[in-house]
T-cell receptor, first 112, second 109 residues
Framework: DVKVTQSSRYLVKRTGEKVFLECVQD?????MFWYRQDPGLGLRLIYF???????EKGDIPEGYSVSREKKERFSLILESASTNQTSMYLC???????????FGPGTRLTVL | SQQGEEDPQALSIQEGENATMNCSYK?????LQWYRQNSGRGLVHLIL???NEREKHSGRLRVTLDTSKKSSSLLITASRAADTASYFC?????????WGAGTKLIIKP
């Protein structure tokens, strides 16, 4: 059974803090994604990675960075969290030959 | 960038009725997918329809695709309380998916 896990379901941080969100998949997928989801806006792509140490900006990369040191793990980093980064963050993965993205359960981040 | 647009934004029906949601998109696609998201959770893949297909069934789900109109519909027959969720369409672009804002479906007992 395919599995994508995220390090936290709920997270509360203060403005200016450095925040790490981690995502792990056990399907040996090459491609991994970080989205944020806000009401009325659907899913917006922050960054994606198509291989270890490779990354590409999505539609809204500002204020975020990512790290992919191992194939199974894709980390999203908020260098200095701001209140407008309060959101639901979703991680997903897909194999290079696949059609379907598999999602983690999401992390609801609140920045105070 | 947001390509898919779901319609309606919200839908409330009685249990047992059929629910229809629509999705429109802007550019040519290889496939279109529908996902479900239960409240506060991750997304679960429901069904994929390829650009050369017009209709596809999976259990109580029926998806149609009209590439000339750049639109798709998702029909859930004989709805159940457990179908209460948000439904998203997504179109493909080089392993990335482009998402709509979703339709929130509420099934009333």
């Amino acid at each position: 059974d395919v599995k994508v896990t995220q390090s936290s379901r709920y997270l509360v941080k203060r403005t200016g803090e450095k925040v790490f969100l981690e995502c792990v998949q056990d399907m040996d997928h090459e491609n991994m994604f970080w989205y944020r989801q806000d009401p009325g806006l659907g899913l917006r792509l922050i960054y994606f990675s198509y291989d270890v140490k490779m990354k590409e900006k999505g539609d809204i990369p500002e204020g975020y960075s990512v790290s992919r040191e191992k194939k199974e793990r894709f980390s999203l980093i908020l260098e200095s969290a701001s209140t407008n980064q309060t959101s639901m963050y979703l991680c997903a993965s897909i194999s290079s030959g696949g059609d379907t993205q598999y999602f983690g359960p999401g992390t609801r981040l609140t920045v105070l | 960038s947001q390509q898919g647009e779901e319609d309606p934004q919200a839908l409330s029906i009685q249990e047992g009725e059929n629910a229809t949601m629509n999705c429109s998109y802007k550019t040519s696609i290889n496939n279109l997918q529908w996902y479900r998201q239960n409240s506060g959770r991750g997304l679960v893949h429901l069904i994929l329809i390829r650009s050369n297909e017009r209709e596809k069934h999976s259990g109580r789900l029926r998806v149609t695709l009209d590439t000339s109109k750049k639109s798709s519909s998702l029909l859930i027959t004989a709805s159940r309380a457990a179908d209460t969720a948000s439904y998203f369409c997504a179109t493909d672009s080089n392993y990335q998916l482009i998402w709509g804002a979703g339709t929130k479906l509420i099934i009333k007992p």
